[in-house]
């Protein structure tokens, strides 16, 4: 793994990933996610971006947090979740001497991940083919919404776009109602889309611990967001059924469903699996004489009469607090569990327990609020907990360190706008 020109990184923590240098040159979610997992457990992961088209996760506001009349580019809340650990360099790659800077890192770097729409890349020259001429070893990760080949290789999307591509969409909702998005944030690219893209990046990284030589990786987010439709393809492959709009409900178990509990917006999460567990359920909610009825009596029935059990559940859940239906039907053997909001997970006793949540403070942000991965390695249980970096904040180490380059010409880059 290279160890730059010259210069100690500020990265000194011993974890898996340490020695491993990336350059990043990402937007959105997906790419820096990537990155951020690589910084996490100790990679030295520089972002490159500039003030002149910086990236828009950087001014992605948190509401009510920051004043809105601030212009800072370094409170975006988006920027500040998968910028944690890593450093930042300003470098205006519309100019040529910019381009010439990155070239030079490259040789520097183990890694290069883009996850830009594939001619960015291209128009600045940086192509893998180029790449591995700085530096034959280089491993190339490319995160492309479609792929770079294919009738829709230069199509350009988001994460709301690739659920409705992967067909998401069309099967979250209601059977009378137009197809939903099943969530309001960027779903495959924190989930599918990430895991594939990490998984791949691991794969090249073991690959070349034991040849020694890198490779391209391409990551399809549409096709990696395919995985998230579950049964949806093989059940239209094997019957020719399209998979329909059902809410809450699922083939293979009732009751079903998300049940109103006392309180303000307070609900449960409740599944029955089995003619055992219904019986379970109906001596927990003090209904025993519901198991005998013909109408519930086997799962078939029950499903046939999914309304009129959920009205049933949620008479029973409305009396009482999320948190205490869940205790109850979880002793019973039956699975449930609280709807949780933000608030419920920042104080959820086994995440406090884990050590799940971190935080840093930041010096225009103020205190930042982070998360663990949902894994732990014996040998590294915890992960590095930097704060993200200000715009530019490492110029001087990359530029410096790295490089090598003078003062003086750092600040001549400064003043013909390449650093910026």
Known sequence: MKKGTGGDSPLKRRLPFEGLRVLEFTAAVVGPYVGKILADYGAEVIIVESRLKYQTRRMAREPGRVARDRTSLNLGHLFNKVATNKLAVTINLGTPQGIGLVRKLVPAADVVI?????????RWGLTYGELTRLNPDIIMLRMPTVATSGPYKN?????????????????????????????????????????????????????????????????????????????????????GQLPARAGNQVPY?????????????????????SDDEWRSLCRAIGQEQLAGKPEFSTRAERLK????????????????????????????????????????????????????????IHPEAGKLTGAEWGFRLSAAPHTRNERPPLLGEHNDYVLGKLLGLPEEEINKLIVEGVLQ
Request: glycine share 6%; charged share 20%.
């Open 305 to 360: 009469h999914a309304a009129e059990l959920d009205v049933i559940v949620e008479n029973w859940t409305g009396q009482r607090k999320a948190e205490d239906v869940m205790k109850l039907l979880q002793a019973a053997g039956i699975a449930a569990g609280v709807v949780q909001n933000v608030q419920d997970l920042l104080n959820d006793p086994q995440l406090r327990r884990r050590r799940y949540w971190k935080e840093s």
């Open 114 to 122: 883009d996850n830009f729409t594939p001619r960015v890349l291209e």
């Open 253 to 273: 178990a009732a009751p079903h469903g998300v049940y109103r509990c006392r309180g303000e917006d307070r609900w449960c999460a409740i599944a029955v699996l």
């Open 155 to 239: 199509q350009t999307s988001v994460s709301w776009n690739l659920l409705a591509m992967s067909g998401l969409n069309y099967m979250s909702g209601y059977p009378d109602r137009p197809p939903i998005s099943p969530s309001r944030y960027s779903y495959p690219d924190e989930s599918s889309s990430f895991l594939c893209s990490a998984l791949a990046l691991l794969s090249a990284l073991y690959h070349k611990a034991r040849t020694g030589r890198g490779q391209y990786v391409e990551v399809s987010l549409y096709e990696s967001s395919l995985t998230l439709s579950g049964l949806g393809l093989f059940e239209y492959m094997v019957n």
